[in-house]
């Protein structure tokens, strides 16, 4: 009858509130009748779907009671009902710590011994279910010290997985007598499709766990390889697949020696490229891209990186022309526009490539986007890392002469670049100290010992953050202008073109800028080439000259250093090799250096 009444949603709460959760429980536990206990199961099996039911059962010892049907009896019926009335409880955040304190992560993992597929299926659901909280994975992974599992069911895990074989082996291919040229079919070997699932979403979850013992233990159990066979195999489902980009994402944060065996052999490069083509969730697409920054920062990676430039840009514009732009959008240009700064830090020759493929102009719009977010405040990750993108390319002995002229035409693009002088210092500082898209990677190395549950910006004080940062970003913004503003008016050809985009009127305040509003050294010196610069046009060489701000700033930095300038200068020594002589150079050593150098070029 009891189980009658719980079979009913509407009688739940009265059967809760008369007590028949702890009847149901006593009768279970004095009960020798399987039908009995049968039943007193079913009860608790329809009461765990509502929440207030299942803190009656937790708060009655309900749970244990449940773990330990699954562990000592013996009919499968039973098991079976145990498992499922346990499924509500594993499914919640609130249940899931006591069940791992309790060791319900042995009791599911014994069930990938069973011969039973049913019960199978079962404990690896549970298991996936518990490993989603933290420290339950780290439970299973035998890094908690409070609670330690009875065995080590890792390789057991992963035995679940079925091997990936394509067609006949070579020898039995040689003995046919006609040979068809036909793609080798894949075949995986004898599996449960719902069972490989579950065990590809609890690597998943494992992976979570960024030590880098664990890491190399699932290496060196070859579940790369694995993994990566299932996923070309097309014959796993989209969640399991979306499953293995994510551990490939999670593992690629690691070490250099462990990145290194996982993309050996293997194009993990295009795999992390792919989740936008497969409709994966955008957390899955900024995860991978942010395992491909950590990847591009390691300089024998960026080649890897870089002969998938193609893909990557077509990813990056299928981002940039989305019509809804959410807080997911601005994460992923941010991770983009940081993976496009890093990989024009690689050698010369690859920045023609990178010009030729749009990255200038890609690197403007997401100039054009960061003006404001969401809240309405200036996207700073997206202005630092496109201005230092730009200053690099533009500065390229390969690829420089392209970038300028993709910077400069139309003359739009120039003067979008200089607007950026125009953002208050203030705003720029407390956008960076905020994180505007939620990346809060600057402020944990600020702090390095702050974990990932304080990472409240509130409670990091906005001047000690700020004084803690070498460079300041609404400085690095403005140095990294000025720099390709310097490169550009350099340039014989791109620098007249240079003073057609800018009206005369804004050059002689940008000077004066960079020369003393600004706190900057090295802007303070691209500010005095901006001047020598631009005077070569006479008339804006005029302009300076009827400004008396700039010659008083320019007379005032020379009296300033004039003390430094008359010291006595200091010759080097004269050493054998050309090579060795540092330091300033003096008329005496470049004469006495060139005599050396003619006696060496003399035939003996």
């Known amino acids: 009858m009891c189980s009658s009444f719980c079979y009913h949603a509407d009688s739940h709460q009265e059967f809760v509130l008369q007590g028949g959760v702890r009847l149901v429980i006593q009768m279970y536990s004095k009960s020798k009748v399987e039908h009995v206990r049968l039943c007193c199961l079913l009860c608790l099996l329809y009461l765990a779907e509502s929440g207030s039911s299942q803190r009656a059962i937790a708060q009655e010892k309900g749970v244990k009671m449940l773990l330990t049907a699954c562990e000592n009896e013996t009919h499968i019926d039973l098991i079976v009902n145990a498992l499922k009335a346990l499924i509500p409880f594993a499914c919640s955040d609130e249940f899931r710590p006591q069940l791992g304190m309790d060791g319900a992560l042995d009791t599911f993992s014994a069930f990938m011994f069973s011969d039973q597929l049913q019960l199978q299926q079962l404990g690896i659901y549970l298991l996936q279910n518990l490993l989603e909280f933290r420290e339950n994975r780290r439970i299973f992974l035998g890094f908690s010290d409070e609670k330690k599992c009875e065995e080590d069911y890792l390789e057991s895990l992963l035995r679940l ?7 006949q082996p070579q020898r039995i291919k040689s003995m046919k007598k006609t040979k068809e040229k036909k793609e080798p079919e894949v075949v995986l070997s004898d599996h449960d499709p719902f069972v490989c699932r579950c065990c590809i979403h609890c690597i998943a979850l494992l992976s979570l766990e960024h030590n880098l013992t664990s890491f190399q233990r699932l290496v060196d159990l070859t579940l790369p390889k694995l993994l990566f066979d299932l996923f070309h195999s097309e014959q796993i489902d989209k969640s399991s697949g979306e499953a293995v980009v994510l551990f ?6 690691s070490s250099k020696q462990i990145q290194a065996q996982i993309m050996k052999g293997a194009d993990i490069v295009q795999l992390l490229l792919s989740g936008r083509d497969m409709l994966f969730s955008p957390h899955t697409v900024s995860r ?8 591009a920062r390691i300089p024998d990676f960026k080649r890897v990186v870089l002969s998938h430039l193609d893909l990557l840009m077509a990813d990056i514009n299928a981002n940039l022309n989305m019509e809804e732009r959410d807080e997911h959008f601005y994460q992923i240009a941010a991770l983009q526009c940081a993976l496009l700064s890093e990989l024009v830090r690689a050698s010369y020759e690859y920045h023609e490539q990178m010009a030729k493929s749009g990255i200038v102009e890609a690197l403007l719009v997401f100039i054009t986007m960061a003006g404001k977010d ?7 990750e997206l202005l630092m890392g496109a201005v230092f993108g730009i200053a690099a390319l533009v500065g390229s002995p390969t690829g420089g002469e392209h970038s300028m002229a993709s910077l400069i035409y139309p003359a739009t693009r120039l003067q979008l670049l200089m607007s950026l002088l125009r953002l208050p210092q203030a705003d720029v500082n407390e956008a960076f100290h905020s994180g505007t898209v939620g990346l809060r990677t600057l402020q944990r190395v600020i702090y390095p010992n702050i974990t990932t549950e304080e990472l409240h910006v509130d409670s990091m004080d906005f001047l000690s953050f700020l004084g803690n940062c070498a460079i300041k970003p609404a400085n690095f913004i403005y140095r990294n202008v000025i720099r390709t503003v310097c490169l550009l008016l350099s340039h014989h050809e791109m620098g007249p073109r240079v003073q057609q985009a800018l009206e005369a009127s804004n050059v002689v305040p940008t000077c004066l800028f960079a020369m003393k509003d ?10 005095f080439l901006l001047v020598a610069n631009f005077s070569r046009d006479k008339s804006l060489l005029y302009n300076f000259l009827n400004e008396s701000q700039v010659i008083n700033e320019l007379l005032t930095t020379i009296r300033r250093s004039a003390a430094h300038a008359n010291a006595a200068e200091v010759v080097p020594p004269v050493r054998d090799t050309l090579s060795s002589v540092t330091g300033p150079w003096s008329s005496s050593a470049v004469a006495r250096n060139r005599g050396l150098a003619n006696k060496k070029m003399m035939p003996e």
């Open 374 to 380: 969401l809240n309405d405040k200036v996207c700073v």
């Open 518 to 527: 600004c706190e900057d050294t090295y802007v303070q010196v691209y500010g």
């Open 248 to 253: 490939f994402a999670n593992i690629l944060h």
């Open 161 to 167: 997985l079925p091997r990936v074989s394509t067609g």
């Open 288 to 295: 991978c891209l942010s395992a491909l920054l950590c990847v």
